[in-house]
Nanobody, 127 residues
Framework: VQLVESGGGSVQAGGSLRLSCATTGYTGRRNIMAWFRQAPGKEREGVAAIYLGAGGSTWYAGSEQGRFTISRDNARNTLYLQMNTLKPEDTAMYYC?????????????????????WGQGTQVTVS
């Protein structure tokens, strides 16, 4: 299984970015994929998660609700994170992750613990 993030970069506050996570070898359709981020000196934190099966339930960290949108194109095996109205505090390395055991609720799907597969990350810098 390979997860490869892309789409990071440097933007001014108020701008937008769309991150992509291309997956290879991961065929899970009834599990979770998620975006995490880690700023220097801070712990890795959950940003958003999505259920890959029917209904596509989503979860968001409180500060990202309304600004970020997670989505998944199963045909392209790609996870996305649309980020709008970016703030300097959004500056971090962003990682995608896949496959975590149930139960699935805010406290588990937005926790980095338990995810089996991780990408290498893409840097987002907001100034």
């Amino acid at each position: 299984v390979q997860l490869v993030e892309s789409g990071g970069g440097s933007v001014q506050a108020g701008g937008s970015l769309r991150l992509s996570c291309a997956t290879t070898g991961y065929t899970g359709r009834r599990n979770i994929m998620a975006w995490f981020r880690q700023a220097p000196g801070k712990e890795r934190e959950g940003v958003a998660a999505i259920y890959l099966g029917a209904g596509g339930s989503t979860w968001y960290a409180g500060s990202e609700q309304g600004r970020f949108t997670i989505s998944r194109d199963n045909a392209r095996n790609t996870l996305y994170l649309q980020m709008n109205t970016l703030k300097p505090e959004d500056t971090a390395m962003y990682y995608c992750a896949a496959d975590t055991d149930p139960p699935w609720f805010d406290g588990t799907v937005l926790s980095p613990h338990g995810y089996k597969y991780w990408g290498q990350g893409t840097q987002v810098t907001v100034s």
